[in-house]
């Protein structure tokens, strides 16, 4: 289960259920939650390998596709402030079971529908102990009094590529690369580079050139069903 939430007000601003915890999940659980709620300046986190190489000139290709959007990563540095994001998952981990139990949901996509309204109700209608108040209603005391630094996410051409596991691809003699068990062939001379990018939802992308900020995206093939 994949959790996010704001520091301030409590408010949750995403949880949602996958199979595995793999690179895709995350693509499709952070630009879902920053179109809905804001892109934050920064995700606190642990050493997971999906955000931290041991390398510090490096970024994973998460670390990447948040700094494209100028999201920033803080580590926890020790158990104690790692514990934080635990008790987010203890907040779940104590209701879910029994919950799904009860209403006998065995389908993770109809998990989801169920957490997407314990999410809204936890968020509008429970008041939190240490903040007197329910998240909401702080999440908008601090917009109304500018203590928010959320920004809109934007409206870039960019967005579906970043948010995907991406593969540079060499064309082959015969002029076509390997898209799962098939090979494509495209109007690109042998021997050029291009980015396979496989999206959340299981289609693919081609591009002529990897994601930059300061040029529009060339698409080669999709094969995104219409």
Same mark, same amino acid.
């Given at each position: 289960m994949l959790n996010m939430r704001d520091d301030c007000s409590r408010l949750f601003t995403g949880s949602k259920t996958y199979e595995r915890e793999l690179l895709l999940s995350d693509f499709d659980f952070l630009p879902a939650a920053f179109l809905a709620h804001g892109r934050p300046l920064q995700l606190y986190v642990d050493y997971h390998r999906l955000f931290f190489t041991q390398d510090p000139a490096a970024l994973t290709q998460l670390g990447w596709a948040l700094r494209f959007y100028d999201i920033s990563l803080r580590y926890a540095p020790t158990p104690q402030a790692k514990g934080k994001g635990e008790r987010e998952h203890q907040f779940w981990q104590g209701r879910l079971p029994p919950y799904f139990a009860s209403e006998q949901i065995t389908e993770i996509a109809v998990a989801n529908r169920h957490i997407d309204a314990l999410r809204a109700h936890h968020n509008t209608s429970e008041v939190h102990r240490e903040l007197g108040q329910t998240p909401h209603r702080a999440w908008a005391q601090a917009r109304k009094e500018n203590r928010s630094a959320l920004r809109p996410a934007p409206r870039c051409p960019w967005w579906d590529f970043v948010w995907s596991v991406r593969t540079t691809l060499k064309i082959g003699t015969d002029g076509r690369v390997p898209i799962g068990t098939q090979r494509l062939r495209l109007e690109k001379p042998p021997g050029t580079k291009v980015v396979l990018c496989l999206h959340p939802d299981g289609h693919h992308s081609v591009? $002529? $050139? #990897? =994601?930059? #900020? /300061? /040029?529009? =995206?060339?698409?080669l093939f999709t094969d995104r069903p219409k």
């Open positions: 591009l $002529a $050139a #990897p =994601p930059d #900020p /300061q /040029q529009k =995206p060339l698409r």
